[in-house]
């Protein structure tokens, strides 16, 4: 996906940093980046990052970076996308305007799945293959904590947290979100309790979404269509591979438009869904094969190929290479289990 995208930095962000007396301009010089971002606070995938690297830097360890920007973050400085999730009706209601709305401000995406007692949140990076820094993934997950907390107005706790990379103090964490914490797994999750879900707000002001939800349509609308079909079908399928290959019909759906109309805005962007199928599944493969603690099986069950065989003919075909070996070049011999 582009790596040119837009993101607007909230106002809020950098008056909430002021309260836990760290100034803008120490944030922005330890970037590297041109002052003028904090008055036109309009950045690319990489700016923002090194934003939030250099945040982290300064609050020198993760855990409490997070735990102090998320708390002490005034509702009052909320953007106009996330008051309109403080002022839901329930927590779930408030969970999913975050997932739709969290479009409008990339590069975080989220996806949010309920099954048994449990509501997980999976945060994945919208255009970018880069992950984001710890502390940015810290933040948008214990936010949406926060975010229950402050509107149910009960101390709710997390049932589990995964975090795929180090975040500092795991203790603090621990405290903050109220349970285990595991780290080093192969993605980023919040795990709730899915009867919290059912908790009313007591912040629900339907004048207020009456006012806000229109609008934020419209903008997710205007932005929707500015997204090239290539990119929204490629970001839709890596979602939906796992143990299956997706039909051009459940895309088309979800995007809102006939299979037919799906073809033919493809062709005119000199594509086929064939073709992006094939590649992402190749660019995924490489993606799950580079992790050691995934065995083969599973990439291809991953990638959506319900037999291995078929699997390692495909990656032959792409790579000129098994599936073993490649994983052996890549990641050398001593990192093979």
């Known amino acids: 996906m582009t790596s040119h995208t837009r993101i607007k930095i909230p106002a809020g962000f950098w008056s909430g940093l002021l309260q836990l007396g760290i100034s803008a ?5 330890k970037a590297r980046l041109p ?51 403080y002022h839901a009706r329930d927590y779930r209601d408030a969970l999913k305007r975050m997932v739709r709305y969290k479009q409008l401000c990339p590069p975080e995406s989220l996806r949010i799945t309920e099954e048994d007692e449990r509501c997980t949140i ?29 509107g149910t107005g009960q101390p709710l706790t997390a049932k589990f947290v995964e975090f795929s ?60 269509r500015s997204h090239s079909i290539t990119e929204m079908v490629m970001w839709i399928m890596k979602r939906s591979l796992t143990g299956g290959r997706p039909d051009i019909q459940t895309i088309a759906s979800e995007l809102g438009m006939s299979d ?11 594509t086929s869904f064939k073709h992006l199928l094939t590649k992402v599944r190749h660019e995924q493969a490489r993606e799950y094969l580079a992790d050691p603690s995934l065995d083969i099986k599973e990439v291809a069950f991953l990638i959506g190929y319900e037999d291995q065989n078929s699997f390692y003919r495909a990656f032959r075909l792409w790579e000129g290479n098994t599936p073993l070996n490649w994983r052996i070049e890549h990641l050398g011999a001593n990192s093979i289990h």
């Open 25 to 29: 301009n120490d944030v922005v010089r």
């Open 260 to 270: 037919r109309t799906l073809q033919r805005r493809l062709t005119d962007e000199g």
């Open 122 to 150: 999976e945060l994945d990076w919208l255009d970018t293959e880069q992950p984001g820094p710890p502390m940015l993934v810290g933040i948008t997950l214990a936010f949406l904590l926060e975010l229950g907390r402050r």
């Open 35 to 85: 002052l003028t971002i904090i008055t036109e606070p309009v950045v690319t995938t990489a700016q923002y990052f090194a934003i939030w690297q250099a945040y982290s830097e300064i609050m020198d360890d993760t855990a409490k970076g997070i735990i102090q920007l998320t708390s002490g973050f005034e509702t009052a400085h909320y953007p106009p996308t996330v008051l309109a999730t």
């Open 165 to 224: 990379h180090s975040m500092g103090d795991v203790q603090a964490l621990e405290a903050y979100f109220g349970c285990r914490i595991r780290i080093g797994a192969n993605g980023n999750r919040l795990i709730l309790h899915r009867e919290d879900l059912d908790r009313p707000f007591v912040s629900y002001n339907a004048e207020l979404l009456e006012i806000l939800t229109p609008v934020l349509d419209q903008s997710l609308d205007e932005q929707q």
